[in-house]
């Protein structure tokens, strides 16, 4: 059901709002592109891949500065520089929207030049309005580089389309406050617990933050939870009973007790729950981002799991080589059931590949499972000792190797070289 952990759908989405913030750019590297041959092309760029903007000045929520103070009004530039040469038919007016978010008013009369080798776009207005904060828009399909692949403004890689790929930026002027600037990208969750743990609370909370506020009519109806689900793996849903809500938390607790030795699936269904962005926001970014992955159309549920159990998994707790390189030894921190011990589940290898052998079980002093894997053919100087994620103990406990207390996940395939 899970396809990653939190922690690495977030870091993703870190990745993501880091390059956001480059604000500095230099000139002068020519760097070769094997796709075209063309020694001035930008490296990873090319007729397959989206175009994206490398860099903003002023960079998001920045002030941007009236450059002629002796001047009645502000006259300002907005600079955008590409990571890729861009279609210079594609940079025009009819694909570049500002939009003061203080008033709702499109900001018209703006002036645009584009050096098409420096790959920059200066957007330029003689006259922005006074007290306000701005967002702008590049019209993803509108803007293409020069083979024609559109711009990827969230910058996940995808072709997401309009208004997904759309770039978005904000910056406010004299008067204006950057903390009244619109957000430019979706919510997404910080944290999910329990996420991917074995827990021995029968009745756990369960509880999500978000990194914005939430629209909470979206996550409960009354007292009861909304978009929320919790079921036991392959079994049917289970009632939710919610336990508090603040602007970026949801906290529920099971109605009943959760049955010990099983795994169990929280689902929310990320699609329908929604921020509580400000007056303005484009209104596809209030939806949640369940993958921390950019806007895109469908929006997947954000699932998870964690097992209720008092019973620990199985461990390797011991690889070493046998005297003499005759074989290995495997020790399990349980008593296991040797049957779940064949089958291929223990292996051997080398640099040449598979070591086969034969297998020896002991019961430790310490009432622990002992393999003694004999070698049948010559081995090289590095071995790689395998065990498979399927093995179990006596107490039908699949093994652990991830160290988060649940057995028998993919990610519970033991491999050490020695």
Same mark, same amino acid.
């Given at each position: ?6 922690? #690495? ?5 870190? +990745?993501?709002? +880091? ?29 397959? #891949? ?20 002796? $001047?009645?009004?502000? $006259?300002?530039? !907005? ?18 929207? !500002? ?54 403004? #969230? ?17 406010? &002027?004299? =008067? *204006? ?15 999910? $617990? ?5 827990? /021995?609370?029968?009745?756990?909370? @369960? ?14 109806? =009354? /007292? ?26 949801? !906290? %529920? %607790? ?6 010990? *030795?099983?795994?169990? &699936? &929280?689902?929310l269904a990320s699609s329908q729950v929604k921020a509580d962005y400000p007056t303005r926001t484009p209104e596809y970014l209030k939806t949640l981002d369940a993958g921390a992955d950019g806007a895109q159309p469908t929006e997947p549920d954000f699932t998870w799991y ?11 707790? $011991? ?10 030894? !495997? ?5 296991m059931d040797t049957s779940s011990l064949g089958l291929g589940r223990v292996r051997i290898f080398d640099n040449s590949g598979y070591v086969p052998g034969t297998v020896q079980y002991f019961r430790t002093p310490g009432n622990a499972t002992r393999i003694e894997y004999y070698f049948s053919r010559a081995c090289g100087p590095s071995l790689r000792v395998f065990v498979s994620h399927l093995v179990r103990n006596t107490n039908n406990t699949l093994l652990?190797?991830? *160290?988060?207390? @649940? ?7 033991? #491999?050490?070289?020695?």
């Amino acid at each position: 059901m899970k396809k990653s952990s939190l922690g #690495n759908r977030y870091s993703r989405l870190i +990745g993501l709002l +880091g390059s956001s913030f480059l604000v500095m750019f230099t000139a002068g590297c020519k760097l070769a592109n094997p796709l075209t041959g063309d020694t001035n092309q930008p490296e990873g760029t090319g007729a397959d #891949n989206p175009a994206r903007v490398a860099a903003i000045i002023p960079g998001p929520a920045g002030f941007l500065a009236d450059d002629n103070p002796d $001047q009645a009004g502000i $006259q300002a530039t !907005v600079s955008i520089i590409f990571a890729d040469y861009m279609d210079p038919s594609s940079v025009s007016a009819a694909n570049v929207t !500002v939009l003061n978010t203080t008033t709702g008013t499109e900001v018209t009369g703006l002036g645009l030049t584009y050096n098409a080798d420096a790959r920059r776009l200066l957007i330029r207005c003689e006259d922005w309005p006074q007290s306000s904060e701005f967002l702008l828009t590049l019209k993803t399909g509108g803007f293409v580089n020069r083979f024609g692949a559109p711009l990827d403004g #969230n910058g996940n890689g995808r072709k997401d389309a309009t208004p997904y790929d759309d770039f978005l930026t904000t910056f406010y &002027v004299s =008067g *204006g406050n950057p903390a009244n600037c619109v957000p430019t990208v979706p919510p997404v969750i910080t944290a999910a $617990q329990p996420d991917t743990a074995r827990i /021995t609370d029968p009745k756990p909370r @369960i509880a999500i933050t978000f990194s914005a506020a939430m629209d909470s009519t979206t996550l409960k109806t =009354g /007292t009861s939870p909304k978009n929320i689900k919790l079921a036991p793996e392959g079994g049917n849903e289970m009632p939710l009973d919610l336990l508090s809500m603040t602007p970026t938390q949801l !906290v %529920v %607790v099971p109605r009943d007790s959760l049955i010990y *030795g099983r795994r169990y &699936v &929280v689902t929310l269904a990320s699609s329908q729950v929604k921020a509580d962005y400000p007056t303005r926001t484009p209104e596809y970014l209030k939806t949640l981002d369940a993958g921390a992955d950019g806007a895109q159309p469908t929006e997947p549920d954000f699932t998870w799991y964690f097992s209720v159990d008092t019973l620990a998994p199985p461990l390797v707790s $011991q690889v070493q080589r046998l005297p003499r390189g005759a074989g290995v030894f !495997v020790e399990f921190s349980a008593l296991m059931d040797t049957s779940s011990l064949g089958l291929g589940r223990v292996r051997i290898f080398d640099n040449s590949g598979y070591v086969p052998g034969t297998v020896q079980y002991f019961r430790t002093p310490g009432n622990a499972t002992r393999i003694e894997y004999y070698f049948s053919r010559a081995c090289g100087p590095s071995l790689r000792v395998f065990v498979s994620h399927l093995v179990r103990n006596t107490n039908n406990t699949l093994l652990d190797s991830d *160290g988060n207390g @649940i057995g028998g996940e993919l990610t519970d395939d033991y #491999n050490r070289w020695l």
